[in-house]
C-alpha cells in the first residue's frame, strides 16, 4: 500500500518562499514511479505544477517555471517542492501524487495518477 504524506505547508507573504515536502512509502522495490506536485484552489480544478521522473528530469507548468523547483531522493523516497517568489494565487492545497512508471512513460494528467497524499495547504498573503 503506497502511502504519500506531504508537510511543509503554511503561510507565507508574498516574494517569500516555502518549501513543500512529501514522504512517500510502500513503492515496490523493483518498480519505478513518476512523482508530482498538484493544487488545487477552492473552486479550481486539481492541476499539476511539477513533476519529476524516476530518473529525475523534471517538468514544471508554464506558471510556475522559475519560481518552483521539484526534488527528489529516490533513497528517502522524499520529493520537495521550493517555493520562490511566492504569489497570491499561489494559495491553495498541494498534493503529492504519484503513479508507477512504465516505459518512462510520465503522464501529466491527474487521472494518470494513483496514489496521492491528503495535501498541505499554503496560503501567500500580501
Known amino acids: 500500500q503506497v502511502t504519500l504524506v506531504e508537510s511543509g505547508g503554511g503561510s507565507v507573504q508574498a516574494e517569500g518562499s516555502l518549501r513543500l515536502s512529501c514522504e512517500a512509502s510502500?513503492?515496490?522495490?523493483?518498480?519505478?514511479?513518476?512523482m508530482s506536485w498538484f493544487r488545487q484552489a477552492p473552486g479550481s480544478e486539481r492541476e499539476e505544477v511539477a513533476g519529476?521522473?524516476?530518473?529525475?528530469?523534471?517538468r514544471y507548468a508554464d506558471f510556475v517555471k522559475g519560481r518552483f523547483t521539484i526534488s527528489r531522493d529516490s533513497v528517502k523516497n522524499m520529493l520537495y517542492l521550493e517555493i520562490e517568489r511566492a504569489k497570491a494565487e499561489d494559495t491553495a492545497m498541494y498534493y503529492c501524487?504519484?503513479?508507477?512508471?512504465?516505459?518512462?512513460?510520465?503522464?501529466?494528467?491527474?487521472?494518470?495518477?494513483?496514489?496521492w497524499g491528503q495535501g498541505t495547504q499554503v496560503t501567500v498573503s500580501g
Open positions: 501524487a504519484a503513479q508507477v512508471e512504465y516505459g518512462g512513460n510520465c503522464y501529466k494528467s491527474r487521472h494518470a495518477f494513483s496514489y
Open positions: 510502500g513503492f515496490v522495490d523493483g518498480s519505478a514511479y513518476c
Open positions: 519529476v521522473r524516476s530518473e529525475g528530469s523534471p
